[in-house]
């Protein structure tokens, strides 16, 4: 039996280690950066593929984030974590006031109803889509403020009917998220 002094063990493990660790960088740097999504897809200037956004009731109605920014063909998903909601997109023919893309189609939810429920839809037009939780619990969740904001791509602010002032029948606090809304998103699109 061949004795080992504690020197050379230690200097094959560290042999060892440093041939891995040389093989994860060289295996790591084949990949691009475009692989993988930054740690940031999805807020804006940044527009991400796919996205989760979730639903909550406690201790407010709310959407999380509130605004998102995908790219044209993206798929965004809502998942309830508590409480019963929907997902309604604001449009003339569904639920107004109009404040998706002009000529989309409206688009929205069935009723979300317990921890888990899930509802996605895929934005195929660029634009900006504000949309509404409809649901009435102890409130109206519209009434509470539970709206959010979908940007895809990147389009003129001056041609989304979104990007215009709030409407005054809308409740106060959609009125106050959507002023928000706007003072956030419209320097990012117009800088791109």
């Known amino acids: 039996m061949t004795h080992l002094s504690r020197r050379t063990v230690l200097r094959s493990t560290a042999c060892t280690a440093g041939l891995a660790v040389a093989g994860c960088l060289t295996e790591g740097s084949d990949q691009s950066d475009d692989e993988q999504p930054p740690e940031n897809a999805g807020e804006l200037g940044t527009p991400a593929e796919a ?3 979730t639903a909550n009731s406690r201790p407010y ?3 999380d984030p509130q605004i998102v920014h995908v790219v044209p063909g993206a798929t965004v998903e809502w998942l309830v974590e508590t409480g019963r909601h929907d997902v309604t997109g604001y449009h003339e023919r569904s639920h107004g006031p109009h ?3 002009d ?3 409206p688009w929205g939810s069935d009723r979300l109803t317990g921890v888990g429920s899930e509802h996605e839809h895929t934005f195929d037009t660029e634009g900006v889509y504000d949309y509404v939780d409809t649901q009435q619990v102890c409130t ?3 009434v509470a403020g539970n709206v959010g904001r979908i940007v895809v791509g990147w389009p003129d602010p001056a041609d989304e009917p979104a990007m215009a002032d709030p409407q005054p029948e809308l409740p106060l606090q959609v009125v ?3 002023e928000q809304f706007n003072e956030e ?3 990012v699109l117009e800088e791109a």
């Open 103 to 105: 000529g989309v189609e």
């Open 51 to 53: 996205i989760t956004i």
């Open 185 to 187: 998103t419209r320097p």
């Open 99 to 101: 404040r998706s893309p």
């Open 140 to 142: 109206s969740h519209e």
């Open 176 to 178: 106050n998220a959507i």
């Open 61 to 63: 109605p709310e959407f």
